[in-house]
């Protein structure tokens, strides 16, 4: 579904990016993980028209879109839900869901409403509380619902577990697990809870310092001890 072939990006004349490559198959979940510093919001920003692409491509179903608008690239199914700021602190959990599906008439908000509800019932007693009220795990769901709201092809998931207690993350990340499972949507997740992350993933890549050092199955970098424990801090069992 999405292609990116040997990008280098960055902000500005700062290059955070070199010669990057990778695929991202449809109806999947494809990690990407590495240090602090890799590139790897860069690259999700790179997706979405936030970052300078010096070079390379992004293919999106066939059509070169690096360079696109970000409402552009949302208008032909692409959802972002960022790291931080993903949630209107000051609006209600159903206004956060409404704000969210501007593109859609009233009964279309309405039935993708209730399929986010669905998925995460846990908000629906939330409904009429500000999104800033919730909980750190509470405000991932509800940003990954209005992530939904959109009726997304891909959806871009980066670093859903900042700041959320070990349990909680694990939670939220099984959940991205559903929106495979159950709704066929294609994930490109960026996670810093590399093994949770793994795990649930079917391709991966390891990105440090701007450069792909691995790709593969996600199980395979699991599985090697000296890239896992290296860049991702991850011990043999």
């Known amino acids: ?32 993980v590495g240090p602090n510093g890799a590139g790897k919001t860069t690259l999700l920003n790179s997706i979405m028209g936030n970052a300078t692409v010096f070079s ?8 070169k879109i690096q360079g696109i608008l970000p409402y552009k690239a949302a208008r032909m199914g692409i959802s972002y839900v960022p790291q931080m700021g993903n949630v209107f602190s000051d609006l209600t ?27 995460f019932p846990v908000l629906k007693n939330f409904m009429h509380r500000k999104a800033g009220t919730l909980s750190g795990g ?7 619902g209005m992530g939904l709201m959109r009726k ?8 859903l577990s900042t700041d959320l207690a070990p349990i ?3 939670r939220v990340i099984t959940e991205v697990a559903r929106l495979r499972d159950e709704l066929g949507i294609t994930i490109l997740l960026v996670e810093q809870m590399a093994k949770r992350a793994l795990e649930i993933g079917d391709t991966a890549y390891l990105l440090v310092s701007g450069d792909i050092r691995f790709e593969g199955k996600a199980t395979e970098l699991l599985r090697d001890p000296e890239l896992s424990k290296l860049y991702l801090g991850i011990k043999e069992a």
């Open 93 to 119: 959990v159903m206004e956060n869901l409404h704000m969210a599906g501007y593109m859609l008439s009233s009964g279309e908000v309405k039935d993708k409403a209730a399929q986010v509800i669905g998925m």
């Open 138 to 144: 509470e405000r991932r769901m509800l940003a990954i």
């Open 152 to 159: 997304p092809k891909l959806m871009l998931l980066d670093e």
């Open 56 to 63: 390379g491509d992004v293919v999106f179903e066939g059509v």
């Open 1 to 32: 579904m999405l292609s990116i072939r040997n990008l280098s990006a960055g902000y500005g004349r700062l290059q955070v990016l070199f010669d990057v490559s990778l695929e991202v198959p449809a109806k999947g979940i494809t990690v990407v």
């Open 168 to 170: 909680i993350a694990k």
